[in-house]
């Protein structure tokens, strides 16, 4: 069973419908089509730390190259759940065996994440299976520890071209910001890990981690 118990109790359950949000809150209109996301936790393995996995997208993709993100993409028809199609398509990405996938629950609905039409299903692995990329989808897997996207050190609010922020994190020359950076930022509060940062750190997102990207 899994060890992050104080999370598992912040999550929603598994396969159930999703909570529905006032379409009045929403910060922009959702995609047609619905998506699902893995945000996939290590147990710790040989450290005792777990980590997040994330993939850089691959940089001639059409749709969002370069960004950094969770595994995942659209629903198929032939997807049973969402859950099924967030694990499919991290199969797909990174070569994840299914069966080393434990769900786990799924991150709580928000304004934003009805904007993106999606499901976040939250799952856990043993984190010691080798990955492989996709490279037409992913030009690498990262992989970083939960007490380091904690720290204050890599926790940054990212000035956006339209004149928003949000939350980022900086890992070496890695950016995490958008959406991404929503959901992780919802995970270290849910699962009790989250700590004081200045909100205030403000920086310039880089041309490579939004480029053909319309910013809304």
Same mark, same amino acid.
């Given at each position: 069973m899994s060890t992050f118990t104080g999370l598992v109790e912040n999550l929603d359950g598994l396969g159930g419908p999703t909570p529905v949000v006032d379409p009045t809150n929403l910060p922009f209109p959702p995609p047609a089509r619905s998506s699902a996301i893995l945000a996939l936790?290590?147990?710790?393995?040989a450290t005792g730390q777990p980590d997040l996995l994330f993939t850089e997208r691959a940089h001639d993709l059409r749709s969002h190259p370069g960004q950094v993100s969770f595994p995942g993409g659209?629903?198929?028809?032939?997807?049973?759940?969402?859950?099924?199609a967030a694990v499919r398509e991290a199969a797909e990405e990174v070569g994840l065996e299914p069966e080393a996938v434990e769900?786990?629950?799924?991150l709580p609905s928000s304004p934003l994440?009805? $904007?993106?039409? #999606?499901? %976040? @299903?939250?799952?856990?692995?043993?984190?010691?299976?080798?990955?492989?990329?996709?490279?037409?989808?992913?030009?690498q897997i990262l992989r970083y520890p939960v007490d380091l996207l904690a720290s204050p050190d890599v926790r940054r609010?990212?000035?956006?071209?339209?004149?928003? $922020?949000?939350? #980022?994190? %900086? @890992?070496d020359d890695i950016v995490i910001w958008g959406f991404t950076a929503h959901l992780v930022d919802r995970l270290l509060a849910l699962g009790g890990w989250a700590g004081d940062w200045d909100t205030d750190a403000l920086i310039d997102v880089p041309e490579?981690?939004?480029?053909g990207r319309r910013i809304r």
């Open positions: 936790l290590s147990r710790g393995g659209r629903i198929d028809p032939g997807d049973p759940t969402p859950e099924d769900l786990l629950g799924r994440v009805a $904007s993106f039409n #999606a499901t %976040v @299903v939250v799952g856990a692995w043993d984190g010691d299976h080798a990955l492989v990329p996709e490279p037409g989808e992913v030009a609010s990212a000035k956006l071209p339209n004149g928003r $922020s949000g939350p #980022a994190f %900086v @890992v490579r981690f939004w480029r």
